[in-house]
């Protein structure tokens, strides 16, 4: 059932009115509502009452993370993130997407604002969910032969990770230089073939002149800019920590890429397989092993309040 979409004012005003306690804003809603209602589950052990808001509902000046994080610096410019309303105590948190804001440094600090550890929340499904048996389940394939095929999840996660590096260079350089153009995390490697995986480096080099061109920085500028992408994203993959910065919804259509060249199109069940997957990924995940860690503790401090 849909609810009313409020401004920001008239939004917080009917959480005041509200029976419940707790109130949890979160960024997407495809994947966030159930996500982080189990979250909520386990710390508030049906003691506190808690409600799942989607940014959607609230009437920002934009839509999703940036709507989210209007509302937030809102009541935190009104000192209402905790608050007590009528002798009722209230507490609202925010859940959102870490994305690349922590190399942006635009990354808030707050017990209030809680991010996922990598760069979204489809990251934790392919790192924290049962991958063999979400591929296996979603392609119809018995799960023995997928084992066979993927012997090492971490290093099969990493080795497809690869496979876009160079797009997610132009993602991040474009983010730190500050210009908007179609090489954007938004969109899906248009320098890497669609069939293989295989670098086009003549593409990759078109597009790191018509960034230069746009960016208006002298060569020299332009060229130190990027070394020290290079260097930034080198470090992350050496160090096995490529999803602080690779999006989680690009593994989708990386692993369908890689089913079709190890198995063949047809011979497996690939209607409509990238969202499948991610749904099977979700139904299986457990929310009571320490991987949740990163989501319960700042999430507590703010429970304890209530």
Avoid at 141 to 158: A, G, H, Q, S, Y
């Amino acid at each position: 059932m849909s609810r009313l979409v409020h401004n920001i004012n008239a939004h917080f005003k009917s959480l005041q009115i509200s029976r419940n306690n707790l109130f949890i804003i979160i960024e997407g809603k495809t994947h966030d509502p159930y996500f982080y209602n189990e979250i909520c589950h386990i710390v508030c052990k049906n003691k506190i009452r808690f409600v799942i808001i989607k940014s959607q509902e609230i009437k920002a000046k934009a839509p999703g993370k940036t709507g989210l994080l209007e509302y937030y610096k809102y009541l935190l410019k009104k000192k209402k993130l905790s608050s007590t309303y009528k002798r009722k105590k209230m507490s609202i948190v925010f859940f959102a997407d870490k994305d690349i804001d922590d190399i942006l440094l635009i990354k808030c600090k707050t017990n209030h604002l809680i991010y996922t550890k990598y760069y979204n929340i489809e990251n934790h499904l392919f790192i924290n969910g049962d991958l063999i048996q979400a591929i296996a389940s979603t392609a119809s394939l018995p799960r023995d032969i997928i084992e066979r095929w993927i012997t090492d999840v971490n290093l099969f996660l990493k080795n497809t990770a690869e496979l876009w590096k160079e797009w997610l260079i132009l993602c991040i350089l474009t983010k730190k230089i500050g210009i908007n153009c179609e090489h954007n995390y938004g969109s899906h490697s248009r320098i890497h073939c669609k069939k293989t995986g295989a670098l086009n480096k003549k593409e990759y080099t078109k597009y790191l002149k018509k960034i230069e061109k746009s960016s208006k920085l002298t060569s020299t500028n332009f060229k130190a800019r990027l070394n020290r992408i290079i260097k930034l994203v080198n470090s992350y993959y050496n160090n096995n920590n490529q999803d602080l910065i690779f999006k989680g919804n690009w593994y989708t259509s990386l692993i369908k890429l890689q089913l079709d060249n190890q198995f063949g199109i047809k011979n497996y069940y690939n209607n409509g397989f990238e969202k499948r997957l991610e749904t099977a990924l979700l139904s299986r995940m457990e929310f009571n092993e320490d991987w949740t860690k990163d989501f319960i503790l700042p999430f507590q401090k703010i429970i304890s309040w209530l």
